[in-house]
């Protein structure tokens, strides 16, 4: 008889194992469960299928096992060495990769859309022959097709960060810079300008549009009640610093509220009263 | 050495070891090598116990059931009075591997020291029982150095020691004496010895039966996991029925008075040999070294 | 001495004294060595980054690629070091004359398992300093360099650091302890390591079979991959890194919780050591 215990000892000392292995699971699942949502909540889902071709088993597993910021890193010095050699195809896959492997850092959507916006068509235009050698309409359609793929990244990066003032601003900058389109360009500093987050330039250079787009009410109404929000002095306790202060440039706004007065003409009782 | 006080009425058993069998599994398919037989053995305190045998005949695995390394399939065993499965068996024995081979990277002292902790000498006391034991087996000048430079000599003596630190009423030793010189073995059966004169009991084993018959009280001999015999040295080697005389060299003529002398009275003589001594011991008196003095500890 | 009958109660100062060995075996057979190669590493490697004018974006290449570093090398020290360290007293036949005194195997393994979470909390704490220093350091030169970015003050949450450090500390006291218990019943040194590197993948991985839960039909293979859920720790929960290079904060609460996790692991994991151990014939 015990010789046939002596046998199976093995195999009870491993199901013993497994058995609390298993409880001890179940026991502490309260404790892991709403620490791994936080985690969780904080990894946005991974396109295998976008990225496995790209990546080989090895990295696969690497981003699986949770080393998706360091591969995407790995990426990112990958792409700016292709964007050194101007490798126009490769540093498209590359922007796209490394986005697709780690959405997360703000990084990778802005740098990445400068890239395909501003570096691409001069790539484009050089390869063929130089910007004496292209023609103006050539350039301009050049440019457009850039600046909408850059158009069309950045609106995913929004799915991923919907309140990200910068992205806006990106945005916004690629509509003024490239497509020389100042109403979208003005709505997207608008948006930008109203997020928590937005900085001050923002709502400047939207007022600043809209009166050069000839809104000039609406840019008078906006800079007032821009105005009124603006920090005009160093409050520690507020959080607010010098460099705030510095940024917000009350006096430069309230410099441009006078100018539209006197664009608007309006009566004296009718100004602005800081 | 502190001796412990010893019942006056010996011999008490320091081992029992009743009906002891031990298998062990060799393949997944459960095929035994019964390296332990039916033994049953009782190891009398304040004695020197030799525990014998050819290699493989089952010693080492005894000696891992008394210290509880290893389970009985069948039998049982106590240290003491205690089952040897029990931690607390351990506490008055000391132990002394085959071929021990210690924490490379710690000096002498400072092994000696942390076995002695483990085994709760009291850290007031640790120091000095650590330098005592050490000067006892010897080793006091090489104490600093690291247990990685010793010789196979020096590792036995300071296994002796940490096997000493706690000063234990039973010490065992298996194959103390393998692949040490002449020397050293010496000086370790002189160690044994002096053990003994403190009322320690040693259990000893060895595949060297001649190298240990002189140092034993007590002699057990396994075989393939069987004793085959048992008893004390002097009855088991003594022959009771002769006797040896050793005189300085008899010219031929006073050999055959002498014959003639004890045929007269109904007595024969056996044998004329010239005595021969034994190859380690004119080792030990040409090289000079006579055992080293263990000194008092 | 006194006669036969004493009992031998379970003692945290033996357990200390086999830890203490255990660590002083890792420090003179020189284990830390390496960590000098990898300080040097991580400080070339945010030297690296300077080169690519990331603006404040550098600081989280180098937290990044420093707690990349320190999961990788912390995870083969803790592996490497476990096995070793258990290993070099079965096959030098130490744990034998240790075993052989009166001390418990409880004792002798989770004081196995102490000192190689002391071994790998000195790893953790001297990474985790120079990682913060580096960071600190760049951090200050680019906030004079760039101060816009800056607007909202320093970006990395420097508590978070330390965090990190800690939970990365005790994942690796978790992966100490499954290691260990692997090495209980196993009869080579490799063949620990090679399991240990086995589990810490499926220990990473277990989250995919609970996704995969929900979409499997068959009842048992339900039930296996349930089961393979609730067997294995899941050690994404101590993946909380990246959110320092990003600049968001780590729940306190979560910390709190991602501990707890993690020391009732080493508990279990080391008893079950123990458990195992104790029907070792050595």
């Known amino acids: 008889m015990k010789f046939n215990l002596a046998r199976l000892r093995p195999l009870l000392t491993g199901s013993v194992v497994v058995t609390i292995l298993a409880v001890t699971g179940l026991v502490v699942r309260p404790l892991e469960a709403p620490a791994w949502d936080w985690v969780r909540a904080r990894q946005p889902a991974l396109k295998l299928d976008s990225i496995q071709g790209a990546l080989g088993q090895g990295l696969t597993v690497g981003l699986l096992g949770g080393f998706r910021a360091i591969v995407a890193d790995f990426f990112w010095i990958q792409t700016h060495s292709v964007w050194e050699d101007r490798d126009l195809p490769a540093t498209q896959t590359f922007i796209k990769l490394v986005t697709a492997i780690d959405p ?81 360009a003005a709505e997207a500093y608008r948006r930008a300008a109203l997020l928590p987050n937005g ?48 940024s917000a440039m009350a006096p430069v706004v309230l410099e441009r509220i006078r100018e539209l007065e006197e664009e608007l003409n309006l009566a004296e009782e009718k100004r602005f009263v800081p | 050495m502190n001796v412990a006080p010893v019942p006056p009425s010996l011999p008490h058993a320091a081992i029992t070891i009743t009906g002891l069998t031990k298998d062990f599994s060799i393949n997944l398919r459960g095929v035994k090598l019964r390296a332990v037989d039916n033994l049953t053995l009782a190891v009398p305190e304040g004695q020197v116990f030799g525990l014998l045998g050819p290699n493989g005949s089952g010693k080492s695995t005894t000696i891992k059931i008394i210290l509880g390394l290893l389970e009985p399939t069948v039998g049982e065993c106590q240290v003491f009075g205690v089952p040897s499965g029990r931690v607390d068996s351990r506490l008055n024995v000391g132990y002394l591997p085959e071929a021990p081979y210690f924490y490379r990277y710690l000096s002498g002292t400072e092994l000696v020291r942390f076995y002695g902790r483990i085994c709760g000498v ?28 010793y010789s196979k000599g020096m590792l036995q003596r300071i296994g002796l020691a940490q096997a000493l630190v706690h000063d234990p009423r039973l010490i065992i030793l298996d194959e103390p004496t393998a692949g040490v010189d002449p020397v050293g073995s010496a000086e370790i059966s002189e160690l044994i010895l002096k053990l003994k004169t403190q009322g320690k009991t040693v259990l000893i084993t060895s595949h060297l039966l001649a190298q240990i018959e002189d140092i034993c009280d007590r002699v057990a001999i396994l075989d393939r996991g069987k004793l085959i015999l048992e008893g004390a040295v002097a009855e088991l080697v003594g022959r009771q029925d002769q006797q040896a005389l050793i005189v300085d060299t008899l010219p031929a003529s006073e050999l055959e008075e002498l014959r003639g002398w004890l045929t007269a009275r109904g007595h024969t003589l056996s044998a004329v040999e010239q005595p021969r001594t034994r190859l380690d011991q004119l080792f030990l008196n040409k090289i000079s070294r006579s055992p080293k003095n263990g000194g008092q500890a | ?102 001390i418990w195997r409880t004792e002798f393994i989770f004081g196995k398992l102490l000192g190689v979470f002391a071994v790998v909390g000195v790893f953790c704490a001297l990474t985790t300093g120079l990682l913060l220093a580096l960071i600190y ?29 800690v939970l990365q500390w005790l994942k690796f006291g978790v992966l100490a302890a499954i290691t ?32 995969a839960y929900s979409h499997v039909t068959a009842l048992p293979l339900r039930l296996l991959v349930q089961g393979l859920g609730y067997v294995f720790p899941n050690f994404q929960v101590f993946n909380l890194a990246d959110q320092i290079g990003i600049g968001q904060g780590i729940d306190p609460m979560v910390f709190v919780r991602v501990g707890g996790y993690a020391l009732t692991y080493i508990a279990v994991f080391g008893a079950l050591a123990v458990y195992s151990f104790s029907q070792r014939e050595i």
């Open chain 3, 1 to 102: 001495m006194s006669t036969a009958k004493r009992s031998v109660p379970f003692s945290l100062s033996r357990l200390g004294i086999v830890a203490g060995n255990t660590f002083l075996e890792a420090v003179r057979q020189k284990l830390f060595n390496f960590l000098l190669l990898l300080a040097v590493a991580l400080v070339a490697s945010a030297q690296l980054f300077r080169e690519f004018n990331f603006g404040s974006s550098e600081l989280k290449f180098i937290a990044d690629f420093g707690f990349g570093a320190m999961v990788f090398f912390g995870s083969i020290l803790t592996i490497a070091a476990t096995a070793q360290l258990f290993f070099s007293e079965i096959e030098n036949r130490t744990a034998l004359t240790l075993l052989a005194k009166p």
């Open chain 2, 122 to 149: 009291p850290k007031a006391r640790l120091a000095d029982r650590v330098r005592e034991v050490i000067d006892w087996v010897g080793l006091s000048a090489a104490a600093h150095r690291r247990v990685g430079t």
């Open chain 3, 180 to 211: 260990l218990l692997v090495a209980s019943f196993s009869n080579t040194n490799l063949f620990t390591v090679v399991m240990g590197f086995f589990m810490l993948v499926i220990c990473h991985l277990q989250y995919l079979a609970r996704d």
């Open chain 3, 137 to 165: 350091n760049r951090e200050t030169a680019l906030i004079e360099a760039h101060p816009e970015a800056f607007e909202a003050g320093r970006l990395i949450h420097y508590g978070d650091l330390l965090m990190m450090g």
């Open chain 1, 104 to 184: 997360r850092p703000l990084f990778f959507w802005i740098n990445g859309s400068r890239m395909i916006a501003y570096d691409m068509p001069n790539w484009r235009i050089v390869d063929s022959g130089g910007y004496n050698a292209v023609p103006q309409a050539k350039q301009r359609l050049i440019d457009e097709e850039q600046a909408t793929i850059a158009l069309n990244y950045l609106k995913e990066a929004f799915n991923y960060h919907p309140d990200s003032a910068l992205l806006h601003v990106e945005v916004a900058n690629i509509y003024l810079n490239r497509l020389k389109d100042k109403t979208n």
């Open chain 1, 199 to 246: 900085p001050f330039y923002a709502g400047r250079i939207y007022a600043e549009l809209l009166r050069k787009l000839g809104r000039k009410q609406e840019a008078y109404d906006w800079l007032k009640q821009t105005y009124t929000k603006l920090p005009k002095s160093v409050n520690r306790s507020l959080g607010i610093s010098e460099f705030t202060v510095d």
